[in-house]
C-alpha cells in the first residue's frame, strides 16, 4: 500500500502498531491517516479514537477486511472519515481524495 502511495506522491510513514501511529499522527502534520484496523498493541479502532481525542485536524481513512456493516460502523464511530475494505481500490481512494481537495502527482 505504501508502494502505490508513494506512486501518486505521498510521502508515507508506516507505523508499526496502533500506539505507534498515535505517537506519529501527535508528533508531525499529516494530511492524511490511512490506518488499518488490525494492529498488534492497539488496534486501529482505539488508535482513531486517541487521534480524535487529541483534536488533531487531519482526515482518516480506516481500512479493513472486514466488510460487515457494524465493523464499518464502528470505524466511523471512532472518528474515521471514511473506511474503505480490502482489497484496497485505488480508483474508490483517488475519489476519496478529491472528496477531501487532495491533491494527487499526475
Do not use: W
Not at 62 to 91: H, I, R, S, W, Y
Amino acid at each position: 500500500l505504501a508502494r502505490c502511495m508513494k506512486q501518486l506522491g505521498f510521502v508515507c510513514d508506516e507505523a508499526e502498531d496502533g500506539s505507534k501511529a498515535v505517537a506519529m499522527a501527535s508528533s508531525n502534520h499529516y494530511q492524511l491517516i490511512l490506518m488499518d484496523n488490525v494492529m498488534p498493541v492497539m488496534n486501529g479502532v482505539a488508535a482513531t479514537k486517541e487521534i480524535r481525542r487529541l483534536q488533531l485536524a487531519v482526515r482518516i481513512i480506516g481500512v479493513t477486511g472486514n466488510a460487515l456493516q457494524e465493523d464499518l460502523e464502528e470505524f466511523v464511530n471512532a472518528g474515521c472519515d471514511e473506511v474503505m475494505t480490502k482489497p484496497f481500490d485505488m480508483k474508490a481512494f483517488k475519489q476519496l481524495c478529491g472528496k477531501f481537495d487532495i491533491v494527487l502527482a499526475a
